[in-house]
């Protein structure tokens, strides 16, 4: 695992500043030689050496399944570039604007040989804070963007007022509610937080959320969400309330579904409930993450997930006077949260 | 492709099966007589999704110049023979 190269994949939408945020990351000192996949290749000027072409060439290993779908010209790239290994330390993945990242990321869990030399670090979205609200409401494209993210860069933050700003946030949240978020002027970032961010590694989840398994300043034992707010005929699911000074929106079609137990689960319920759930709502599910505090397991078991890919383990033990919670999150299109909720709080032990 | 647990690292894995994988990539170029220039990847997918056929293999051959194409046998990787390889890449591509 140590020798595998790290990939991190830059999404955004048109004009967002990706490019302005890749060249940020090639330009300054941090000592490390990046290999370049970008689209729109000879565009706009990328200032470095190794630069690579890509054409998008999203391919389905079983025709139809969403979850078997991958990016072959990125095998073919990356194939060509572990020939010239040693001459760069990391790759960076451009995608266009239009791009779905899933393809992307699943290219690193299907195919073998990509999977045996590279590894993938994060999915780095950038947003324009301007224009985001609007393409949230027009383009599915900027929307998969922003709920398979690890890190966004809200970008261009000095073209809004600051209410403006706690509202595209606010908009964000209610698709993906742990991302990282940066708010940048010209994609103004300390690299280190866009690049090494190990998103995909079980081990690295908890140092990366920290926060993942504490209440969200509220008391239900079991909650989701939104609160469990019930949207009758005539809602427009335009609404929001306040929550710690950020509006709470509630995305139409894209939903976070976050549910806690206060104690323990049942893995002989839990593994075959969520096998069966992302087996069926796979399509829908883009991204799932989980900590869990197995039966008379010392050990936290975590889990994450893409679609239908689901990695999970047993990591460190749970500490003395640590409250053993268990808690799982999913991002998705038109998910039931009634019966996603019903199914895991069956899983209680 | 439910539950795979441990596919995000993919560590270790099972040698017998990479070392199937290498050698049908192998005997692809030959039997299909690519270039260098070629590129062949070979995965076993084991999909749960209904609309999916189970375990396949699956052989991407991407030449410069062409339209992908996907050989897709419905057997483990170690027991695809070069028969299989011809004919797959025979079949009409979907």
């Known amino acids: ?349 | 492709m439910a539950l795979r647990f441990g596919l995000f690292g993919r560590k270790d894995g099972d040698d017998g099966a990479k070392a199937a994988l290498a050698a049908l990539k192998e005997r692809a170029r030959i039997v299909l007589c690519l270039s260098d220039e070629a590129t062949v990847a070979v995965n076993e997918i084991v999909c749960a999704d209904p609309a999916c056929p189970g375990l396949e293999t699956v052989v991407l051959v991407m030449e410069p110049g062409r339209r992908t194409r996907a050989l897709k046998i419905a057997k483990a990787a170690a027991e695809v023979t070069d028969e299989d390889l011809g004919a797959a890449a025979t079949a009409p591509q979907a």
């Not at chain 1, 630069?51 to 779908?69: H, K, R, S």
């Not at chain 1, 950038?126 to 809200?154: C, G, H, M, S």
């Not at chain 1, 929001?240 to 893995?267: C, F, N, R, W």
């Not at chain 1, 799932?288 to 078991?301: Q, T, W, Y």
């Open chain 1, 1 to 349: 695992m140590a020798d595998k190269i790290p990939v991190t994949v830059l999404t955004g939408y048109l004009g967002a500043g990706k490019t302005t945020l890749l060249n940020r990351i090639l330009t300054e000192p941090h000592g490390q030689r990046f290999a370049v996949i970008v689209n729109e290749f000879g565009e706009v000027g990328i200032d470095n050496d190794l630069v690579v072409g890509a054409d998008e060439e999203v391919f389905e290993m079983n025709n139809g399944c969403i979850c078997c779908t991958v990016r072959g010209d990125l095998i073919r790239i990356l194939d060509g570039l572990m020939k010239r290994k040693g001459k760069f330390d990391a790759i960076i993945v451009e995608t266009t604007g239009l791009a779905d990242p899933a393809p992307v990321a699943q290219t690193f869990f299907m195919d073998q040989d990509v999977s045996d030399k590279t590894k993938l670090d994060a999915v780095v979205t950038v947003a324009d804070a301007k224009w985001l609200t609007d393409r949230l409401k027009d383009a599915p494209e900027a929307k998969n963007q922003i709920a398979f993210a690890d890190v966004i860069i809200l970008n261009k933050i000095d073209l809004v007022s600051p209410e403006e700003l706690a509202e595209v946030e606010g908009r964000i949240r209610a698709i993906n509610p742990y991302a990282m978020i940066h708010k940048t002027e010209r994609a103004s970032v300390d690299i280190s937080q866009v690049l090494g961010r190990n998103a995909f590694d079980l081990e690295r989840v908890l140092e990366l959320e920290p926060a993942f398994l504490e209440d969200d300043g509220h008391h239900h034992h079991h909650h989701d969400h939104d609160h469990d707010h019930a949207c009758g005929p005539d809602c427009d699911h335009d609404h929001h309330h306040h929550h710690g000074g950020l509006k709470h929106y509630h995305d139409e079609d894209m939903q976070s579904v976050a549910l806690t137990i206060d104690g323990e689960v049942d893995p002989d319920k839990f593994l075959p409930w969520v096998n069966d759930l992302v087996q069926r709502e796979g399509p829908n599910i883009l991204r799932s993450k989980g900590i869990l505090a197995f039966r008379d397991e010392p050990r936290r078991f975590v889990f994450q997930g893409v679609h239908m890919i689901l990695d999970g383990d047993l990591q460190r033990e749970w500490k003395p006077g640590e409250e053993r919670r268990s808690k799982i999150v999913f991002i998705g299109r038109n998910l039931d949260k009634e019966a996603i909720r019903e199914g895991f709080l069956a899983c209680t032990a």
